[in-house]
């Protein structure tokens, strides 16, 4: 199986994304999955993890929509808006 | 503080796809025809792109690319042809994407090239998932496997161009049921090409060297298009 694959590619889409969000972090990510685009929901939500660690998304949450289809689309990312720089402490 | 959602919209798929449409236009440029070769393992890619590059060579520039996990044994066997080989060891990854198509044509082939094989990592499962910018998707499948294959996999069946049925010299010895099979084929994916052929006795291949030149001139027909969108 390929999720792994699936999974660095998502990473890679959702980190594109982050220059037009400003200094964020990423709570969720959500995707729809098609019944016929060859990947297992299952095993991309465990690949997910692994391809994400090391990365500005490390630790958001993958959240899985089923669809009928092919497809296979990053639909929304769900960030919180970091605190704007405070000064030297 | 509360979390907001972004709307994004993206093919995960995107990259692949972008680096497929790149290659495309590239080929096009080039004045390439691509043909990807698919199968399980041991479905006869190597034997059967091997006597492929031997006759297409009596009248065309070929080369061929060929993916495994490990080994180089698939190239060196296909050089025996006397064509250019190019081997990609993918390591883990159980499939060929559009960016290794790309790094294994940096500086190769050495001269122009007609036609453009690439033997797929023997998987019927994941390839159907990574569009390599090719013009023509090859699946093959020998009388040895079953005739349920096509159901069994059908995304792959829906992927592809034509079907072509292997080692058909062994068709006695297994009790192959060809009705069964084109039936199964045809329920897949109806209207889909099907040839058969053995690499071995040479059965087959005038019929599946007329369907590469026909198709080879149909892509060069569109070289002009507007949209040079083949597949």
Known sequence: MHE????????????????????????????????????????????????????????????????????LDLTAVEVWDEPAHRGSP | MNPRIVEVRKNIMKKNDLAAAALRDRFRAKRMFVASLVSSPGAGKTAFLERTLMLARAERRVAA????????????????????VRQITTGTVCHLDAEMIERALENWPPDEVD?????????????????????????????????DKPL?????????????????????????????????????RPGLEVLEVSAKTGDGFDRWMALVAQRAAAARAHVHAPDGALA
Request: with cysteine; proline share 3%; hydrophobic share 50%.
């Open chain 1, 4 to 71: 792994l694959s699936v999974a660095m590619s998502l990473v890679d889409a959702i980190c594109e994304e982050l220059p037009q969000l400003g200094a964020v972090t990423v709570r969720s990510v959500r995707i729809r999955v098609g019944a016929l685009s060859g990947v297992s929901m299952e095993a991309l939500m465990f690949a997910f993890d692994v391809a994400a660690d090391g990365t500005p998304i490390a630790g958001a949450r993958l959240i899985v929509e089923a669809a009928s289809g092919r497809e």
């Open chain 2, 65 to 84: 690319l060929v993916g495994d996990l490990a080994t180089e044994q698939d190239a060196e066997r296909l050089r025996h042809s006397g064509a250019p």
């Open chain 2, 115 to 147: 036609w453009l094989f690439v033997e797929n990592v023997g998987n019927l499962v994941c390839p159907a998932s990574y569009d390599l910018g090719e013009h023509m998707r090859v699946v093959l499948l020998s009388v040895t496997e079953g005739e």
């Open chain 2, 152 to 188: 069994k996999y059908p995304t792959i069946f829906n992927t592809a161009d034509v079907a072509i049925i292997t080692k058909i010299d062994l068709s006695a010895a297994v009790e192959f049921d060809r009705q069964a099979l084109l039936r199964n084929l045809g329920s897949v």
